[in-house]
Nanobody
Framework: QVQLVESGGGLVQPGGSLTLSCAASGSILSINAMGWYRQAPGKQRELVATITSGGSTNYADSVKGRFTISRDNAKNTVYLQMNSLKPEDTAVYYC??????????????WGQGTQVTVSS
């Protein structure tokens, strides 16, 4: 079984910073793309940022220049450094990974979500 465990969410003032982490564990053979998505109350889940196993990144326009995604392939972990946070960044942030599991084919896996609240 594969698990994605997120950490690092919380309450921060506008202009502040947070770093989210997501570690994948289980019977993993390989991980392709990893990414972060978010869902605000009453809105659809949206892409925040993705990163390939080779390090190529993609960001939503709303976070470009403020957020940085990175990964440690040896630790099967993806990070999201969030700077200059705005109230509109408030959402539940979900980790996603495209994983090849022992005895199975490639599948997408999701973390349980971590709350990020930006408020004064």
């Amino acid at each position: 079984q594969v698990q994605l465990v997120e950490s690092g969410g919380g309450l921060v003032q506008p202009g502040g910073s947070l770093t989210l982490s997501c570690a994948a564990s289980g019977s993993i053979l390989s991980i392709n793309a990893m990414g972060w998505y978010r869902q605000a109350p009453g809105k659809q889940r949206e892409l925040v940022a993705t990163i390939t196993s080779g390090g190529s990144t993609n960001y939503a326009d709303s976070v470009k220049g403020r957020f940085t995604i990175s990964r440690d392939n040896a630790k099967n972990t993806v990070y999201l450094q969030m700077n200059s946070l705005k109230p509109e960044d408030t959402a539940v942030y979900y980790c996603n990974a495209h994983i090849l599991q022992r005895g199975k084919w490639w599948n997408d896996y999701w973390g349980q979500g971590t709350q990020v609240t930006v408020s004064s």
